[in-house]
């Protein structure tokens, strides 16, 4: 499967704490894009890195991406409750293909 | 509210029956995208349209079709339905089938009893 594997597969922390997640991927891309998903909704487009990027910045967000090593992370900073949900990162590859990663589940405590 | 429609919401239909499931992407947007979501096997990619014309094919099985009308809404017809097609289908929409963020509507959620 040329499908991105988001590690952790889930993650749970206080409010106010940061919130790290990684993406691996396996073809070479284009660009690498973040969702966030609520329970059974649609995605929500957070921040999309060109492969000529290595760091973006997003108010809280901030993604990096190494693209000899096929990986991205996701920063979240002083996490809220409202943050709650999956984040997936998606890839495009050189055949406009797009692949969604399996998904991390963040939970936010108060 | 991302400005993507879909319809219906839910369905529930039998196995080897037939459904069309409609989206109208953003007003503007030309690029309309086709994912399938369950549980077992993640987010997947099926078909992408632009402007009319099919950009790209991902994991979509023979048994289903899509089309993009001249409006620009799309459908995605299923067939011969099984079990394992249950699933929310999301369709989402972007300005363009490059390096531009996808829109996502609420979703179709699909039961196959």
């Known amino acids: 499967s040329q499908q991105g594997e988001e590690d952790p597969q889930a993650l749970s922390i206080q409010e106010g704490e940061n919130a790290t997640m990684n993406c691996s991927y396996k073809t070479s891309i284009n660009n690498l894009q973040w969702y966030r998903q609520n329970s059974g909704r649609g995605l929500v487009h957070l921040i999309l890195?060109?492969?000529?990027?290595r760091e973006k910045h997003s108010g809280r967000l901030r993604v990096t991406l190494d693209t000899s090593k096929k990986s991205s992370s996701l920063l979240i900073t002083a996490s809220r409750a409202a943050d709650t949900a999956s984040y997936f990162c998606?890839?495009?590859?050189?055949?406009?293909?797009?692949?969604f990663g399996t998904g991390t589940s963040l939970t936010v405590i108060p | 509210d991302s400005g993507v429609t879909q319809t219906p919401k839910h369905l529930i239909t039998a196995t080897g029956q037939r459904v069309t499931l409609r989206c109208s992407p953003r007003s503007g947007d030309l690029s309309v995208y086709w994912y399938q979501q369950s549980l077992d096997q993640g987010l997947q990619f099926l078909i992408q349209y632009y402007n009319g014309e099919e950009r790209a094919k991902g994991n979509i099985l023979e048994r289903f079709s899509a089309q993009q009308f001249p409006d620009l809404h799309s459908e995605l017809n299923l067939s011969s339905l099984e079990l394992g097609d249950s699933a929310l289908y999301f369709c989402a929409s972007s300005s363009s089938g490059q390096n531009y963020e996808q829109y996502f509507g609420p979703g179709t959620r699909l039961t196959v009893t």
């Open positions: 998606a890839t495009r590859n050189t055949g406009n293909q797009f692949y």
């Open positions: 890195i060109r492969s000529n990027e």
